[in-house]
């Protein structure tokens, strides 16, 4: 089952523009992640936000944490072509459960 | 290298076969993950294992599937009478250092995954 949704399910960006994607869940949740998948392999993780927290910052990563829409944003500001990736985020209700979403294709052009 | 390795990478076989995967966490882990995920959709849940206890399985798993985690290190994913259905990805994932007592980052450290394709 899954518990998130992407938004968009693909995003074609430029390189040196912004690139935003958008999970929507349905339950109360202990935290959310996002994740990172190259076609073909593992996934790595790229963030985690907690339930009290509201914005978070990695390099040139920020995500947000909306608990009363039950959504959270991804932004990768100045986008290369090695980001180009799917992007998944994963909650856990704080069962250590995780719960993966349907995902963002992310292709930035050169 | 201390990642999670799984094997093998791609396993063909016939449809009815049975298949077998394993799983070697990191070794300071103490909580395992499978998933199975297909082309164009997200990792879906199966079960996962806090040291050898399997704490939950998916209901979406059949009576085919079996994980088993022995002495709370490596994992085995055992699918019996493979069907065309089962062909998928099958990534397993660690996390929480052990030290850490109830806490940690929660992080997910994924392998490469078992490719599987059930001909």
């Known amino acids: 089952s899954q518990q998130g949704e992407e938004d968009p399910q693909a995003l074609s960006i430029q390189e040196g523009e912004n690139a935003t994607m958008n999970c929507s869940y349905k339950t109360s949740i202990n935290n959310l992640q996002w994740y990172r998948q190259n076609s073909g392999r593992g996934l790595v993780h790229l963030i985690l936000?907690?339930?009290?927290?509201r914005e978070k910052h990695s390099g040139r990563l920020r995500v947000t944490l909306d608990t009363s829409k039950k959504s959270s944003s991804l932004l990768i500001t100045a986008s290369r072509a090695a980001d180009t990736a799917s992007y998944f985020c994963?909650?856990?209700?704080?069962?250590?459960?995780?719960?993966f979403g349907t995902g963002t294709r992310l292709k930035v052009l050169a | 290298d201390t990642g999670v390795s799984q094997d093998p990478r791609h396993k063909i076989t016939k449809r009815g076969q049975n298949v077998t995967f394993r799983c070697d966490p990191i070794s300071e882990h103490n909580r395992l993950y499978w998933y199975r995920q297909t082309l164009g959709q997200g990792p879906e849940f199966l079960t996962y294992?806090?040291?050898?206890?399997?704490?939950?399985k998916s209901r979406l798993l059949s009576d085919r599937f079996s994980a088993e985690r022995p002495k709370g290190s490596f994992s085995t994913l055992e699918i019996q009478r493979t069907e065309q259905g089962d062909s998928a990805m099958y990534l397993c994932?660690?996390?929480?250092?052990?030290?850490?007592?109830?806490?940690?980052?929660?992080?997910?450290?994924f392998g490469e995954g078992s490719r599987l394709t059930v001909l």
């Open positions: 294992f806090q040291n050898e206890a399997q704490l939950e």
């Open positions: 994963a909650t856990d209700r704080g069962t250590y459960k995780y719960i």
């Open positions: 936000i907690r339930s009290n927290e």
């Open positions: 994932a660690s996390s929480q250092p052990r030290t850490s007592g109830i806490l940690g980052t929660g992080e997910l450290f």
